[in-house]
């Protein structure tokens, strides 16, 4: 195992020590220290300010309820991330059942109609096919190229190993290769 | 490894390109603590204390009244006009009218536990399945205050049934806060302290399906 690279530090430990006895001070300054990377996951992983709020908030609101779990077997940033990909997901795949309950409405309106009309350029291009990625490849996706977080991080915060995670990025990056040929082609003609 | 060596990252425009997905605004840090604090506060202020009444349905009213009848016959109390249990001052030596109270205090709790059973697997699977019920959170404080009333009771002399009902307790308070903002995140945190606590389990190894248990252990 990686426990030196990935492993809590003696920082993370007494932080978790201040705020489970009760020292406000000590909760705010956890909250400081991690809210804009627990948001920036959350607002990458819902493309959306509300939900991304919301999110952020039950993650804390979760970590703080559990924080005596944290063994510190992980950095708390790690520990952290992890709760909060568990609320972003379960979050998502609610309101995925919310939305589908729309399917009239959804099939009666030609929604994608708009973005193919306009002849999307490389970006609206790439996060179309970012969006179109299996939920565990466009997790290990942002999280990876564009968070950068590292794979022992990824595997700690999914609860999958290392090489999965690898692997997982390998096919998401082929399946934006291949969602982007066509485009990447007519850019080098 | 064998990723590693196979894979080669993306083109630069693309990594470049991907940098502006979903690309986060700054933060709403003190909108989001202050939500978060406010939670915590009113999560820490949940009406625990005894006695206090809270609206009630007349038909779940009636059922905490007949429940409270029993747990009061259980106990060897006498009630108030409004159903409340009074103590009284002399239970007297044992007698024939001991052993009723304690069968009426035995079939009582092991109908609270019943309902709280079917009520907690109600409320796990729609939680499972996405819905919501409104009414999930008003049966809770009616199942609240019978477990409460219980609480009270000798059977909390066994030591199973007292840890059992104190953890439903934990889990009924949670439901009955549930609100129309709190529910999406709150809801996965309850069921999650069900699995862990196994208070399922717990609740059929009790309350086999089907028969009110009124042995011993209740």
């Known amino acids: 195992m990686t426990r030196s690279i990935t492993g809590g530090t003696a920082e993370d430990r007494q932080l978790v020590a201040e705020v489970l006895a009760g020292d406000a001070a000590a909760e705010r300054r956890l909250y400081d220290a991690h809210v804009d990377r627990v948001y920036r996951l959350a607002y990458r992983l819902s493309g959306d300010p509300d939900l991304a709020q919301e999110f952020t908030q039950e993650a804390f609101i979760r970590a703080f309820d559990r924080l005596e779990t944290f063994r510190g077997d992980a950095r708390l940033s790690t520990w952290l991330c992890s709760v909060a990909t568990s609320v972003v997901f379960n979050g998502l795949r609610k309101i995925k059942r919310f939305r589908q309950r729309e399917v009239g409405l959804d099939a009666a309106a030609p929604q994608a109609a708009p973005r193919r009309e306009a002849d999307p350029d490389l970006k609206e291009r790439l996060h179309a096919a970012i969006d179109d990625l299996p939920r565990g490849y466009r997790a290990v996706f942002v999280m990876h190229d564009i968070e950068g977080y590292t794979h022992d991080e990824i595997g700690t915060a999914l609860g999958i190993r290392p090489g999965t995670s690898k692997a997982q990025l390998s096919r998401a990056r082929g399946k934006l290769r291949q969602s982007l040929a066509a485009f990447a082609g007519g850019m080098a003609g | ?193 069900l699995e862990q606590s196994a208070v399922l389990t717990r609740l059929q190894g009790l309350v086999p399906a089907g028969s009110a248990r009124t042995g011993s252990s209740l």
């Open chain 2, 1 to 193: 490894m064998k990723d590693d060596q196979m894979d080669r990252p993306l083109d630069e425009w693309i990594t470049d390109a991907a940098q502006s997905y979903h690309e986060p605004p700054e933060p709403p840090k003190e909108a989001m603590w202050q939500a978060l604090q406010n939670h915590r506060r009113a999560r820490h202020v949940i009406p625990l204390r005894r006695g206090r009444w809270v609206v009630w349905s007349t038909a779940a009213a009636a059922a905490v009244a007949v429940l409270a009848i029993g747990i009061a016959i259980g106990m060897g109390l006498q009630t108030d006009g409004a159903g409340n249990p009074v103590v009284a001052v002399d239970p007297g030596p044992v007698t024939g009218d001991d052993r009723t109270a304690s069968t009426a205090l035995a079939i009582t709790t092991a109908n609270h536990l019943a309902q709280t059973e079917t009520f907690l697997s109600l409320f796990r699977d729609e939680v499972r399945s996405g819905d919501r019920s409104d009414l999930a959170s008003a049966t809770a404080r009616h199942l609240l205050a019978t477990n409460r009333l219980i609480s009270d009771t000798p059977v909390t002399a066994d030591p199973a049934l007292r840890a059992l009902l104190a953890d439903l307790e934990l889990v009924l308070a949670q439901i009955a806060q549930l609100s129309g903002d709190s529910w999406e995140g709150e809801t996965d945190l309850i069921t999650d302290g």
